[in-house]
Nanobody, 121 residues
Framework: QVQLVESGGGLVQAGGSLGLSCAAS????????MGWYRQAPGKQRELVAH???????NYGDSVKGRFPISVDNVQKLGCLPMDGLKPEDTAVYYC???????????????WGPGTQVTVSS
């Protein structure tokens, strides 16, 4: 079964750092675009960072310069190091990716279950 699994969330003080990872598991033929989104209580889900299969990146205004997204297409693993964390970065972070399963050969959107990031002041 193809799925995404996030890891690396937790609790950190303001100004600290955390690193998130997103691994595609199962029989995956190809990893396409990957992105991170976050949702804070009472707010809509918003873009954090996105990277296309060709390496083009796009960031939410509030994280530009702090959360550089990267992906290893061979390992089918995405990483999001987060530096200079602020209390307003507190949210559940979700990984999204376009994966092509080996059995179907059809690209589909997948979401991870989410990982909590809490930044204390």
């Amino acid at each position: 079964q193809v799925q995404l699994v996030e890891s690396g969330g937790g609790l950190v003080q303001a100004g600290g750092s955390l690193g998130l990872s997103c691994a595609a598991s199962g029989s995956v033929f190809r990893l396409g675009a990957m992105g991170w989104y976050r949702q804070a209580p009472g707010k809509q889900r918003e873009l954090v960072a996105h990277i296309t299969s060709s390496g083009d990146t796009n960031y939410g205004d509030s994280v530009k310069g702090r959360f550089p997204i990267s992906v290893d297409n061979v390992q089918k693993l995405g990483c999001l190091p987060m530096d200079g964390l602020k209390p307003e970065d507190t949210a559940v972070y979700y990984c999204h990716a376009v994966l092509t399963p080996l059995d179907s050969g059809i690209p589909r959107n997948y979401w991870g279950p989410g990982t909590q990031v809490t930044v204390s002041s």
